[in-house]
């Protein structure tokens, strides 16, 4: 046996321990070492391996070419793994196949070339990244489920939030409805109260205006019965007259009270009719003279056609007994009241004037209001109801009215009422 040099011993030493495996081939090919790690690696005792072609540990098609590959490099000196190291295959004894990484290095000697390959096994290294891109994998498949989740759960509130969405609109739709009810009750209580607060003031102002007819009536019918001669029949006529005034004045209000809760009501329809308006004047104002004062006259003029209006006739009865009655209560006796009527462009207009107590200037934006009356009435009777409900008809006829009034000069009411064809 030759004697070692130390060194080779203590390199021997390093090859046996390393934990890598250590195999060397001529250039033929043919395995001239292997370590104990090799020899593990790949299955085979080491005596196995010395003398066998690396072939042996390579799963084919590399066996085959492996011959190929050492002298196309001995040729052309063009190397795939020497002095590079990559990741191959190798294949143990027991035909089972595995990755390792393997480096191979060139040894040239004085007369022959050797090549040394430090194998290591990746099996290991392969299955914990396999094992690493599996659980990759899982991981991803789970986030996309989990999005896919998510992406179904979002939908699902998004849906949530559309059908809370049109509910919330529904009940507003719903409150909305019952706020308009509850307004169109108040509005119906409203006016219930109002018309129940004119009624009872009604009947306080009635029974005020209702005492001074009612005792002039008394006292006549007495004073009748006490004229009982024949030569007194002058007399007797005389508190006729005043029980006669009496009555339509109460007449008058009554009236006045039915109109008005008619009105509230809404109880006054239009009723149109077709009449000629001349004549339809001269009437009311024949009816007019009972009510004037002693030597009160009315002055008619109108346009010289006598035209045939359609119009409400009770309507405008109303409205112009009404103006004349006031015309006729505010102004002295012996005065003239000025009524003009037209139709033009489609239009009637109706004009009032007297030469009465006029209107003061302050109480004049009131005019309409009821139970309104102004200051300089004094001791004339009313209840202040006659012109509301004159300017509440005219509306019911689409119409307009106004009024130019001066105190202590006179006043004028005008009226215009468009007409149908
Ligand atoms: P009634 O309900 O009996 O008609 P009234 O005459 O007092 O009572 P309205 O006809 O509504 O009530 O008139 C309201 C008020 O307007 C009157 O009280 C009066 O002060 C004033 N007025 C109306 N017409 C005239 C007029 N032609 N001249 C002066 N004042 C008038
Ligand atoms: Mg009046």
């Known amino acids: ?72 490099y001995l040729r052309t000196g063009h190397a795939k793994i020497i002095g590079i190291g990559r990741e191959v295959t190798g294949q143990r004894k027991n035909g089972s196949i595995f990755p390792m990484r393997l480096s191979i290095s060139e040894v040239n000697l004085k007369d022959r070339r050797l090549f040394t390959g430090i194998v290591h096994d990746l099996t290991e290294e392969k299955e914990a990244e396999e094992e690493i891109r599996q659980l990759n994998a899982e991981l991803e498949d789970r986030v996309e489920a989990r999005t896919e989740e998510l992406v179904n759960a979002v939908n699902k509130l998004l849906d949530i939030n559309r059908q809370l969405e049109r509910e919330v609109v529904d009940r507003q739709k719903a409150e909305n409805a019952l706020r308009k009810n509850e307004a169109e009750i108040i509005k119906a209580l409203e006016a219930e109260k109002e018309l129940s607060q004119l ?23 007495d004073l009748i019965e006490a004229y009982t001669k024949a030569e007194q029949q002058e007399k007797r006529l005389k508190h006729t007259g005043r029980i006669k005034s009496s009555v339509s004045n109460l007449t008058a209000i009554l009236n ?26 001269k009437s009311v104002l024949e009816e007019l003279h009972g009510v004037l004062k002693p030597n ?40 003239a009241i000025h009524c003009s009527t037209k139709v033009e462009h489609g239009q009637l207009f109706l004009e009032v004037r007297d030469e009465g107590i006029g ?33 509440r008809y005219v509306e019911l006829l689409n119409g307009r ?18 007409l149908k064809k």
């Open 1 to 72: 046996m030759e004697k070692y040099s130390e060194s080779a011993i203590r390199l021997t030493a390093i090859i046996e321990t390393a934990t890598d495996g250590i195999i060397t081939i001529d250039v033929n090919g043919i395995i001239e070492m292997a370590n104990s790690a090799a020899a593990e690696l790949f299955g085979y005792s080491k005596e196995e391996m010395l003398g066998n072609n690396i072939r042996m540990l390579m799963p084919s098609p590399y066996a085959g070419q492996h011959d190929n590959y050492i002298s196309n």
């Open 199 to 221: 009624k009872s003031r009604f009947v306080s102002i009635a029974s005020h205006e209702f005492r001074t007819p009612l005792s002039t009536i008394l006292s006549s019918a």
């Open 256 to 281: 006045d009270f039915l109109s008005l809760s008619k009105l509230e009501e809404g109880a006054v329809q239009v009723e149109l009719s077709e009449f000629e308006l001349i004549s339809f004047c």
């Open 359 to 391: 209107i003061p200037r302050e109480d004049q934006q009131h005019l309409f209001t009821r139970f309104f009356r102004a200051h300089n009435v004094e001791n004339i009777q009313g209840t202040g109801l006659g012109l509301n409900i004159v300017r």
């Open 401 to 418: 009215i106004s009024f130019e009034s001066e105190e202590g000069v006179g006043t004028t009411f005008y009226i215009q009422i468009p």
């Open 296 to 335: 009160q006259r009315i002055v008619h003029t109108h346009s010289p056609e006598n035209h045939v209006i359609l119009l409400d006739k009770k309507l405008l009865r109303n409205i112009l007994f009404n103006l004349f009655s006031n015309a006729s209560k505010y102004s002295p006796d012996g005065s």
